[in-house]
């Protein structure tokens, strides 16, 4: 697509990186191998990202259902976020970017929550990207949450009821202050969201493609906002 001053980049856009075990399957590797690649993929992604204009990325990282996969996957997971987090402390300072987690991060190790709170501390004011990490996410869990700490507030006669609007709600949740989505990417051919910001997709473009997630990349991330610009988005306008 022609790249006039008509094209758009998606100021947010949302990932769900799928397809590291098929990845590794593929090759005869341990799953873990799969997780591997993808998260060095993901790290590149964020430089991709905003070379392309991208002010805001989320990737989903960890499911609140993959706990149920077997022990050592999510141990290996758990491992690979860990180095994520620690290597990410100084990257932040060298890209500039400004990392939250999202997520109920609570279930996690201890050591694990004090990377992310230290990252976030030192990315705080950075002014690159602002890039956003899922663990131990899910949008039914993020909602119920937001639900339970205004109710704790109208319950203590601080809010009414009349008073919880859109951005009120909105303002519980992980992800407050951050515009909504304009587009979502996820790879490896599955068409579901699997409980990856149902309130903030609400309106999202979808871009699916077979590429498994160890494999995508800047040329795909352009695939995905071309794929963007062709779509005309009328919010339940004409
Ligand atoms: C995505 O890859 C990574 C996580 C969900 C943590 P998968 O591990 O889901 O890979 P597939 O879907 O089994 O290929
Ligand atoms: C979604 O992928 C979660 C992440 C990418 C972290 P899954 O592989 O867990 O989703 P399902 O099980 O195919 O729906
Ligand atoms: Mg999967």
């Given at each position: 697509m022609?790249?006039?001053?008509?094209?758009?980049?998606p100021r947010h856009v949302a990932i769900i990186m799928d397809g590291n075990g098929r990845w590794a399957k593929k090759r005869l590797l341990p799953r873990k191998a799969g997780h591997?690649?993808?998260?060095?993929?993901?790290?590149q992604i964020c430089e991709d990202a905003f070379d392309l204009g991208i002010e805001y990325l989320t990737i989903y990282a960890f499911s609140t259902e993959n706990w149920a996969r077997p022990q050592d996957e999510v141990d290996a997971l758990m491992?690979?976020?860990?180095?994520?987090?620690?290597?990410?402390?100084?990257?932040?300072?060298?890209?500039?970017?400004?990392?939250t987690v999202i997520g109920d991060i609570s279930r996690l190790a201890e050591d694990l929550q004090e990377s992310i709170r230290t990252l976030e501390r030192v990315s705080a004011n950075n002014t690159g990207l602002k890039f956003q990490v899922a663990i131990n996410y899910g949008g039914r869990d993020e909602i119920l949450r937001a639900v339970r700490k205004l109710s704790t507030r109208v319950a203590a006669g601080e809010l009414s009821p009349e008073d919880i609007t859109e951005e009120v709600f909105y303002s519980y949740f992980d992800t407050a202050g951050m515009p909504y989505p304009d587009l979502m990417i996820r790879t490896s051919g599955e068409l579901r969201t699997s409980n990856f910001l149902p309130w903030q997709l609400a309106y999202s473009?979808?871009?699916?493609?077979?590429?498994?997630?160890?494999?995508?990349?800047k040329k795909e991330l352009q695939k995905a906002i071309d794929f963007y610009n062709g779509r005309d988005r009328r919010f339940g306008g004409v």
């Open positions: 022609a790249k006039d001053s008509a094209y758009k980049i591997v690649q993808g998260s060095r993929v993901a790290e491992d690979l976020l860990r180095k994520y987090m620690k290597d990410s402390i100084e990257r932040s300072s060298k890209n500039n970017m400004r990392v473009e979808f871009y699916f493609t077979d590429v498994l997630w160890p494999d995508f990349n």
